[in-house]
């Protein structure tokens, strides 16, 4: 069964730290790029983060450059989210997909599979 669970959620006090994770199974995540969205009540999905299925090339939206790093584990089959110097306006709910191909995909309807999601509350 092909699967994206996301990890690392919680609260976390503005200027903190915390690190997502995306585990894939049921397919090999080395082929695919792999994406970061998230979602806020009443707006919009955003595209936060991707990182290419090729030469690990790495793409943040300008809201996140700086203090949000992507990377990837293929001996885990997993990609990571590590987010510093969190803001109240980073809470959402963070889902992780991937998009076959080796290139950077920003348009959601480009990703293959979905995550559930994970909530990220950044509150003090």
């Known amino acids: 069964q092909v699967q994206l669970v996301e990890s690392g959620g919680g609260v976390v006090h503005p200027g903190g730290s915390l690190r997502l994770s995306c585990a894939a199974s049921?397919?090999?995540?080395?082929?695919?790029?792999v994406g970061w969205f998230r979602q806020a009540p009443g707006k919009e999905r955003e595209g936060v983060s991707c990182?290419?299925?090729?030469?690990?090339?790495?793409y943040y939206a300008d809201s996140v450059k700086g203090r949000f790093t992507i990377s990837r584990d293929n001996a885990k089959n997993a990609v990571y989210l590590q987010m510093n110097s969190l803001k109240f306006e980073d809470t959402a709910v963070y889902y992780c997909?991937?998009?076959?191909?080796?290139?950077?995909?920003?348009?959601?309807?480009?990703?293959?599979?979905w995550g559930q999601g994970t909530q990220v509350t950044v509150s003090s």
């Open positions: 997909a991937a998009a076959w191909g080796p290139r950077i995909v920003i348009a959601p309807d480009e990703y293959n599979y």
């Open positions: 990182i290419s299925g090729s030469d690990g090339s790495t």
């Open positions: 049921g397919f090999t995540l080395d082929y695919y790029a």
